[in-house]
């Protein structure tokens, strides 16, 4: 509580114009659509900021929805995402019932068709703050990958896989593992 007290104060002084925490619409447990809490990383107006990308930005959005350099992300923004500290407000989404501490991470609405058979195993079961895509690498693992993880982690679910997934997320989180 008091660091995500100090993360909001830190988001509030950089860009006081936006919320602290937002909330984007995610699939969770049965297809469920739910928001998923996150810190505010981004500039208020970062919709409104990507007229100004150059076209090697666009291009590059274009392709993977993310930019290596995004001059959206505030500084707190880039420190909070790469120590993980962003995903913090999901635990309020343990509490509500929406996701639980070990799963899939929860993913996007225009994802779905993507994922093609897997999704009824996938959303069989709550969606995750920490799962095996997160220690694997998180961003240096392709969308095709992390399916194949999502679904070991379906297959080999119990609680003693679920306890080493934790341990394995403190060792990711503090080595900055895939993190950007």
């Excluded at 929860?106 to 068709?113: H, K, Q, V």
Aim: proline share 6%; hydrophobic share 40%; aromatic share 12%.
């Amino acid at each position: 509580l008091p660091i995500m007290m100090l993360v909001a104060i830190a988001i509030k002084i950089e860009d006081p114009k936006g919320k602290v925490i937002f909330g984007h619409m995610r699939v969770g447990k049965d297809g469920r659509l739910f928001p998923c809490l996150k810190f505010r990383s981004m500039f208020a107006n970062a919709e409104e900021m990507k007229k100004n990308f150059t076209e090697e930005e666009k291009r590059e959005y274009a392709e993977t929805f993310k930019l290596k350099n995004d001059p959206r992300i505030t500084k707190i923004g880039k420190f909070i995402r790469k120590t993980s500290i962003d995903e913090f407000p999901q635990f309020i989404n343990v509490l509500k019932g929406d996701m639980s501490l070990v799963g899939p991470r929860p993913y996007l609405p225009r994802e779905i068709e993507d994922m093609g058979d897997t999704y009824p195993y996938i959303t069989a079961v709550k969606p995750g703050v920490t799962g095996l895509w997160q220690v694997k690498g998180r961003n240096e693992v392709t969308f095709k990958d992390r399916l194949n993880l999502d679904m070991e982690y379906f297959e080999k679910k119990n609680l003693l896989f679920e306890i080493k997934i934790l341990f394995w997320t403190v060792s990711s989180v503090v080595h900055k593992k895939g993190a950007k």
